[in-house]
């Protein structure tokens, strides 16, 4: 039997990179109190001096991005804890790229299976770079490569590498439906509301430019351009009913809607600074 070559070591993409220094600004920029707290990313990352004159870093240009970044990490974090006090044990973590959960939350970790699921250069990277900064990952952490470019079966993978399909589990999936196509996206829904009962899959997805805030209207234009121009171009944008529908349709009981507003309301009222998240971007939450 021939063995599988070992993947090549590839840096993660820019836009894993990306998140992970916008958390890093909000430590840097942004008044107290912080949404998440997330210095590690900045670590991994280990940018070229300078890193914060780039044009995607501007301090005012890219503010409500980056809150939109912390918010949904401190929202699906949060509803990992309360999953976990319910009882839940598996944590399973779709395109995690440069997601830093495990290192930072070790007492939460430590109840819980999480599973990181990505391509398996930037894995190999990211796992050398933990070892070399002296990070420590919990036992429980398991790394799933899956080579989607060729079509790897990744729900087949993650139960290779201990996932029990029986028990319940949180799934979550950020900023990842929209370099999707639709029918690969609809395909995850079908796919995740097999889920056991008592689980549930927190998503992330980007709205057509007609229902976010028209002051946002450049600021799309350009991130789109810039998604194109280095080949992870947008692909799928959704309005929330329509997203609620699709979840529904792939067999989830129930699917509500968290918008950025309501991200506002949770974790950014008062703020003396006024940051707040972006309008382009929304969360569903699904129950099998």
Do not use: C
């Amino acid at each position: 039997m021939t063995e599988r070559a070992m993947p090549e070591l590839i840096s993660p993409d820019h836009t894993a990179v990306r998140v992970a220094l916008w958390r890093a600004l909000h430590l840097q920029l942004d008044l107290e109190p912080h949404v998440l707290q997330d210095a590690l990313g900045l670590q991994l990352a280990a940018p070229a001096d300078g890193w914060r004159e780039r044009p995607d870093m501007h301090p005012i240009g890219t503010r409500r991005s980056r809150a939109s970044i912390v918010g949904r990490a401190r929202f699906i974090e949060d509803h990992v804890a309360e999953q976990a006090a319910r009882g839940v044990q598996q944590y399973v973590i779709l395109g995690a790229g440069l997601d830093t959960f495990a290192q930072r939350q070790p007492q939460l970790s430590a109840r819980l299976r999480i599973f990181e699921v990505d391509r398996p250069g930037p894995q190999v990277w990211k796992r050398q770079r933990l070892s070399e900064l002296g990070l420590r990952s919990p036992e429980s952490l398991r790394f799933v490569p899956v080579d989607f470019e060729a079509r790897d079966a990744w729900w087949q993978q993650l139960t290779a590498a201990g996932f029990d399909p029986r028990q319940p589990a949180i799934v979550a999936s950020t900023g990842v439906s929209l370099y999707l196509t639709h029918e690969a996206n609809l395909a995850t829904l079908r796919q995740l509301a097999q889920l056991a009962a008592g689980s549930s899959f927190v998503m992330t997805f980007m709205l057509p430019v007609a229902l976010i805030e028209p002051e946002e209207h450049i600021d799309r234009q350009h991130a789109e351009r810039g998604a194109r121009a280095a080949g992870t171009p947008f692909i799928s944008f959704y309005t929330p009913d329509e997203l609620l529908g699709h979840a529904r349709s792939a067999g989830f009981r129930e699917a509500r809607h968290v918008s950025a507003g309501d991200l506002e309301q949770r974790y950014f009222a008062g703020r003396p600074d006024g940051l707040r998240p972006s309008s382009s971007e929304a969360l569903v939450v699904a129950h099998p």
